[in-house]
């Protein structure tokens, strides 16, 4: 269970994040979507720990905190709950899939060398991966690199994996491939929230939608709620531009 407060966060005079509620529970795939520039990273890497957001709260895995008086060694323990899997990867250029999966397991969690390495092996195996432990990133496609992004993140064990547009960096023979991966993590009963363009996948594998407009939740509910009869303008226009991508009358 991942449970936000009251969250805000400025860059300079520009607030990004405007005081909302945001939550995860245990085993749900929580979406979130909407507009370029209205957020939805900034709330990541907020609840990552790789931005400080300026005051609300957070709950996750046990652990609570203040945003605005949180201590270095409680970020830290916070920062265990989650993991994140980027847009463009962020893998490690100069190491093996298999020495980026197990960098965490080895710095963050303390593993012992050989214990981690088993468990980098059988994740990057279940990832499909197995034949590419010693490729560098440069020797593997888009969607290889974003399949060890994935592993990397399922090594930790996190309470909650999040997502930030993990197919948007790919070719488009590639993104199926990817979201087909993540729903296998849901089906397993992984805790996630991903930021997505992909609203066909959103509407397949959400338990909730998140609609995040400048800084503020516009709408939040089940997809067919937000995808098939949305109440807010805003988000109804928004949503309409999707739905007819993937429908047949499209390619006739
Ligand atoms: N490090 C930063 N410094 C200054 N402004 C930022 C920074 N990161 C994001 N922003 C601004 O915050 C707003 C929200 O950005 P972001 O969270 O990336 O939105 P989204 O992911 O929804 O496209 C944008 O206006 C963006 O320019
Ligand atoms: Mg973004």
């Known amino acids: 269970m991942l449970e936000i407060r009251n969250i805000t966060k400025s860059f300079g005079a520009d607030q990004v994040l405007k005081g909302f509620d945001f939550f995860v529970r245990e085993g749900d ?19 990552n720990f790789l931005e400080n957001a300026d005051s609300g709260t957070i709950r996750i895995g046990g652990l609570h905190a203040d945003f605005s008086r949180i201590r270095k060694k409680e970020k830290i323990a916070m920062r265990r709950k989650t993991a994140m899997v980027f847009q463009n990867y962020a893998l490690f250029s100069n190491m093996t899939a298999l020495e980026n999966v197990m960098e965490g397991l080895v710095i963050a969690r303390k593993m012992e060398r050989p214990a981690a390495k088993e468990a980098a092996v059988k994740v990057l195996s279940k990832v ?17 690199q974003q399949r060890v992004g994935i592993a990397r993140a399922v090594a930790l064990n996190p309470e909650v994996i999040l997502f930030d547009e993990p197919t948007s960096s790919l070719d488009p023979e590639m993104v199926d491939d990817i979201l087909a991966l993540i729903k ?29 407009d400048k800084g503020e939740i516009l709408a939040e509910g089940s997809p067919p709620e937000i995808f098939d009869r949305p109440r807010e303008d805003r988000v109804k226009q928004f949503v309409s531009r999707f739905n007819f991508k993937r429908a047949p009358e499209y390619y006739l």
Do not use: N, W
Request: with cysteine.
């Open 29 to 47: 795939v929580v979406s979130v979507i909407g507009p370029s520039g209205s957020g939805k990273t900034t709330l990541l890497r907020c609840i």
């Open 128 to 144: 499909g991966l197995a034949s590419k432990l010693d490729s560098k990133p440069r020797e593997l496609s888009g969607g290889q």
């Open 184 to 212: 296998d993590l849901a089906r397993e009963g992984a805790t996630m929230a991903i930021v997505t363009h992909e609203m066909q996948f959103a509407y397949e594998i959400s338990d909730r939608v998140v609609f995040l």
